[in-house]
């Protein structure tokens, strides 16, 4: 009964987060920045709350301390995950563009002036929908005037900064292509 009640639980909170959009857009002066919003915090402190309430159940209810001590150690493990709404963000102005991951992805961060850029693929994979019909994360690769590739790898941040990129891309005079990847059958 505890494991069902659990899984409920847990499934009901990823459920209602799915509901809300979990990123912002800030304009400061000419500068666009994406980030992670409060949501996204509150339903990190939210699943731990949940997780502490689980485990005082098993220990007090349940007595079983070993599974109280289980819930408990799950909160630092949802900590690792704060690493991601701390540190990644896009930011786009009419000059550079600013990606910054968390570690250990940290070598996908990038200042890349949009002049340095000589094409671009816009790279959409398929995602599936937990509770929803299946959405696309956008990632991009581009090719910059000395020959090198810069990959920017999809993620949730850099999906909701797509118009912007796209934007500026497109007025700077950046060819874009596009590549589509389904979900494998």
Same mark, same amino acid.
């Given at each position: 009964?505890?494991?069902?009640?659990?899984?409920?639980?847990?499934?009901?909170?990823?459920?209602?987060?799915?509901?809300?959009?979990?990123?912002?857009?800030?304009?400061?002066?000419?500068?666009?920045?994406?980030?992670?919003?409060?949501?996204?915090?509150? $339903?990190?402190? &939210?699943?731990?709350?949940?997780?502490?309430?689980? %485990?005082?159940?098993?220990?007090? &209810?349940?007595? #079983?301390?070993?599974?109280? &001590?289980?819930?408990?150690?799950?909160?630092?493990?949802?900590? &690792?995950?704060?690493?991601?709404?701390?540190?990644?963000?896009?930011?786009?102005?009419?000059?550079?563009?600013?990606?910054?991951? /968390?570690?250990?992805?940290?070598?996908?961060?990038? #200042?890349?002036?949009?002049?340095? !850029?000589?094409? %671009?693929?816009?790279? /959409?994979?398929?995602?599936?929908?937990?509770?929803?019909?299946?959405?696309?994360?956008?990632?991009?690769? $581009? *090719?910059?005037? #000395?020959?090198?590739?810069?990959?920017?790898?999809?993620?949730?941040?850099?999906?909701? %900064?797509? /118009?912007?990129? #796209?934007?500026?891309?497109?007025?700077?005079? !950046?060819?874009?292509?596009?590549?589509? *990847?389904?979900?494998?059958?």
């Amino acid at each position: 009964m505890f494991k069902l009640a659990f899984t409920i639980a847990f499934l009901f909170l990823l459920w209602l987060q799915s509901l809300f959009t979990q990123t912002e857009h800030v304009i400061r002066g000419d500068v666009h920045v994406f980030r992670y919003n409060g949501v996204a915090w509150f $339903f990190l402190a &939210l699943i731990a709350l949940v997780l502490v309430a689980f %485990a005082e159940v098993a220990r007090r &209810l349940l007595k #079983d301390r070993g599974l109280a &001590l289980i819930c408990l150690l799950m909160i630092p493990l949802m900590g &690792l995950t704060s690493l991601q709404l701390l540190y990644e963000r896009v930011e786009v102005s009419a000059e550079l563009l600013v990606r910054r991951r /968390e570690p250990p992805h940290t070598q996908f961060n990038v #200042d890349l002036p949009w002049k340095e !850029i000589q094409a %671009a693929t816009k790279v /959409e994979h398929e995602k599936p929908g937990l509770f929803a019909p299946s959405f696309y994360n956008v990632g991009y690769e $581009f *090719i910059l005037r #000395d020959g090198q590739r810069q990959e920017l790898p999809s993620n949730t941040v850099l999906t909701h %900064a797509q /118009e912007e990129v #796209d934007r500026v891309l497109a007025a700077h005079g !950046i060819p874009m292509a596009r590549r589509k *990847i389904p979900i494998p059958p």
